[in-house]
Every structure is written in C-alpha cells, then in structure tokens.
C-alpha cells in the first residue's frame, strides 16, 4: 500500500513605508501586501483507509496601500484570489473565488473622526453552481453576475493601525447581473425578467479589525452591513 502526498507553498510578503526626508516624520504611504501560491497533490495506491487521487492549486494577492500624513488618510484594499481542486471521480471543483477591490479617502475632522468618500466592488472570476461548483448543476454565479460597486460618504472612524470603521449614511448601491441566464426576476434582487442591474440607495457600514496572533500571523475581521 502506498500514500504520498505533496503540498508546495509560496507566500512572499511586502511592506513598504515612505518617508519624507525633512523633519517631519510622520509616515506618508504604506504598503503591506501577500502574494500567496499553492499547489497540492495527493495520490493513493492500495491504500487500505481508502481516499481519492487528488491535485489543486491556489493563487492570490491581498495588498494594503494606504496614505496617512497630517490630517489626510487615504486607504486603498486588493484582495484577488482563485482556486481548483481536480479529485479522481469528481472532476474539478473551485475552492476560492474572490474580487475584492475598495477605496476610502478621509480628511480628519476630529480626534481619529474624518469625514470620508469612498467606493468598492466585489465579484469572482468564474461560474459557481448550486452543487459544489459542479458544472452539470444549476449555475447561480458568475462574473458580474453577481458584481456589487458602492460609492458613498460618511465618516471613518481609525484610532489605530488595526481598527477601522466607516458609516456612510449616503450609499450608492448597484449590483449587476451580467450573465444573460440569471437574468432572471428574483434573483440577486432583480425586479423583472432580463434586468442586468438594481440600483439601491441607504446606510453602509463596514468594520475591520487586525489581531496579531504571534509573528507573521495575524487574523483580519471584516463586517459589513446594507
């Protein structure tokens, strides 16, 4: 009986600051960022516990770009990342699927408090399926289909590095459905059959908070509300 199992892993890490060369040495950009690459395999020859042959793979950025000096704070986010898993007798399947891009401007009004503009936008890059991504089942998503963007004004709330908080009681909200098959009443809110849009207008809310865990691990919490 045989088992073997490889995994490669490559996460390459940046942080950037950049100073002004006076006296001033408040910091002006920051760039933290992850660039992630991962591939697997399994493979299993008589292998009395049983299991199935199996390779995958993951890739993704996920970078932090923010400007902070006098009053000004600029923050802009990069999340993209897209997985496959291909297992023996089940066929491929994705295992992450993200499109997350964001931006926030904010000038200070008040002791961390900054009046702020911003906008965001969230889809995937592939179809996904009510059954675990199986091709031959219903498709429920797609790229565009569907894409949120939000653009508003408000106030952020930053006391410190790891904590951000934005209200915006004037939110602009459109989702898309550009994928003519779930054009469909009903679905991701739409209105009527072969609608490719919804436009919204309310109260948004987001929230982050970075907890270091030990080096070179930190958990992120996000939290939004429409």
């Known amino acids: 009986m045989k088992k073997i199992l490889f995994t490669l892993l490559m996460i390459s890490g940046v942080s950037v600051f950049a100073q002004e060369a006076k006296t001033d040495t408040v910091k002006a950009w920051s ?7 991962m ?22 950025v996920n970078y932090n770009l923010t400007y902070e000096k006098g009053k000004d704070l600029w923050e802009n986010m990069i999340v993209l990342g897209y997985g496959q898993n ?7 399947r994705k295992t992450q699927d993200v499109i997350n891009l964001s931006t926030n401007y904010g000038r200070e009004i008040k002791n961390h408090w900054y009046a702020s503009v911003g906008a965001s936008f969230l889809s995937q890059f592939a179809p996904g399926y009510s059954d675990g991504n199986n091709p031959q089942a219903a498709k429920i998503s797609n790229f565009m289909a569907p894409g949120y963007l939000n653009v508003g004004a408000g106030f952020t709330y930053k006391p410190n590095d790891n904590f951000t908080m934005t209200l915006r009681p004037t939110n602009a909200r459109w989702t898309f459905v550009l994928d003519k098959d779930l ?29 270091k865990l030990m080096d070179n691990i930190e958990l992120l919490n996000t939290a939004s509300v429409f």
């Open 31 to 37: 760039i933290h960022g992850q660039n992630t690459l």
């Open 39 to 60: 591939l697997n395999q399994a493979a299993f020859s008589n292998w009395v516990a049983g299991g199935a042959n199996n390779v995958g793979w993951l890739a993704g």
């Open 86 to 92: 291909n297992t023996q007798g089940t066929g491929t």
């Open 183 to 211: 054009q469909q009443a009903g679905v991701y809110g739409l209105k009527n059959n072969g609608d490719s849009s919804l436009f919204q207008f309310g109260f948004l809310g987001t929230a982050s908070y970075k907890l």
